[in-house]
Nanobody, 124 residues
C-alpha cells in the first residue's frame, strides 16, 4: 500500500519562500509521476507541478518561474520549492502519485494516491 506524507507548510509573508516535502512509502519501483496540487477554499483542486521518474517537469502557468519541483528516486521523495509567494498561493497543497506512469498528467482523476495535504498561508 502506497502512502504519501507531506510536510513543510506554514504561514509566510507576501514575497517569502517555503519548501514542501513529500515522502512516498510502500513503493519500490520508480516508474511513477509525483505531482503537487492545491485547493483553495471554495475552489477546485488544481495542478501545480509534476515530475516524472526520468526527470521531466511541468508547471502551471501561475507558478512558472516561482516554484521548482525536484525528486530523489532513491529516497522516494519529492520537494516543491516555492519562492516569491503571493496571497493567491494560499491553499492546501497535496502530493499525489500516478503509479506506473512515465508521462506527466494534469488531471486530478489520473492520480492514484494522495497525501493528507499541508496548509500554505501567504499573508499580505
Amino acid at each position: 500500500q502506497v502512502r504519501l506524507v507531506e510536510s513543510g507548510g506554514g504561514l509566510v509573508q507576501d514575497g517569502g519562500s517555503l519548501t514542501l516535502s513529500c515522502v512516498a512509502s510502500g513503493q519500490t519501483v520508480n516508474r511513477y509521476v509525483l505531482g503537487w496540487f492545491r485547493q483553495a477554499p471554495g475552489k477546485e483542486r488544481e495542478f501545480v507541478a509534476a515530475i516524472s521518474g526520468s526527470g521531466n517537469l511541468d508547471y502551471a502557468h501561475s507558478v512558472q518561474d516561482r516554484f521548482e519541483i525536484s525528486r530523489h528516486n532513491g529516497k522516494h521523495t519529492a520537494w516543491l520549492q516555492m519562492h516569491s509567494l503571493k496571497p493567491e498561493d494560499t491553499a492546501v497543497y497535496y502530493c499525489a502519485m500516478e503509479n506506473f506512469a512515465a508521462r506527466i498528467s494534469y488531471g486530478v482523476a489520473r492520480y492514484d494516491y494522495w497525501g493528507q495535504g499541508t496548509q500554505v498561508t501567504v499573508s499580505s
